[in-house]
């Protein structure tokens, strides 16, 4: 996971700008570590390469020293986080599953249990 941007949705169809490429621009966040939390407006096809002839261009003023020192820092503790959730939905399913399976053989128990005391 290490996504460079993320899209804005604050826009409205109807407010959006056409590239010369023909692609709608947006408003897109970069998650770099030169430019953490800083807005740019490009079209889908420039988001990652900036330029060739597409438009890009910054919203934002340069994000300040401390910034830059501190937000890479919590992106990269936050993907450690989601990373961890991961694993620990994966094992809650595992469990789930487990728990499921034994239920099952309960109720068959029980119903021989029932056989046996006819
Ligand atoms: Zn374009």
Same mark, same amino acid.
């Given at each position: 996971?290490?996504? @460079?941007? *993320?899209? *804005?949705?604050?826009?409205?169809?109807?407010? $959006?700008?056409? #590239? &010369?490429? +023909?692609?709608?621009?947006?408003?897109?966040?970069?998650?770099?570590d030169?430019?953490p +939390?800083r /807005?740019?407006?490009?079209?889908?096809?420039? $988001? &990652?390469? /900036?330029?060739?002839?597409?438009?890009?261009?910054? =919203?934002d003023?340069?994000? #300040?020293?401390r +910034?830059? !020192?501190?937000?890479? +820092?919590?992106?990269? /503790?936050? $993907?450690?986080?989601?990373?961890? =959730?991961? =694993? @620990? !939905?994966?094992?809650k399913?595992?469990?789930?599953?487990?728990?499921?399976? %034994?239920?099952r053989?309960?109720?068959?128990?029980?119903?021989? %249990?029932?056989?046996?005391?006819?």
């Open positions: 996971m290490s996504q @460079i941007s *993320s899209s *804005s949705t604050s826009q409205s169809p109807s407010a $959006r700008k056409l #590239c &010369r490429c +023909g692609g709608y621009i947006k408003t897109w966040t970069s998650w770099t030169l430019n +939390g /807005r740019f407006e490009a079209c889908e096809m420039s $988001r &990652r390469s /900036r330029g060739n002839g597409h438009h890009w261009e910054w =919203l003023a340069m994000t #300040c020293a +910034g830059k !020192e501190l937000i890479p +820092g919590l992106l990269r /503790r936050m $993907r450690a986080m989601e990373e961890d =959730l991961k =694993l @620990i !939905e994966e094992h399913k595992e469990v789930e599953d487990k728990l499921k399976m %034994v239920e053989e309960k109720k068959e128990l029980e119903y021989k %249990v029932g056989e046996l005391g006819k």
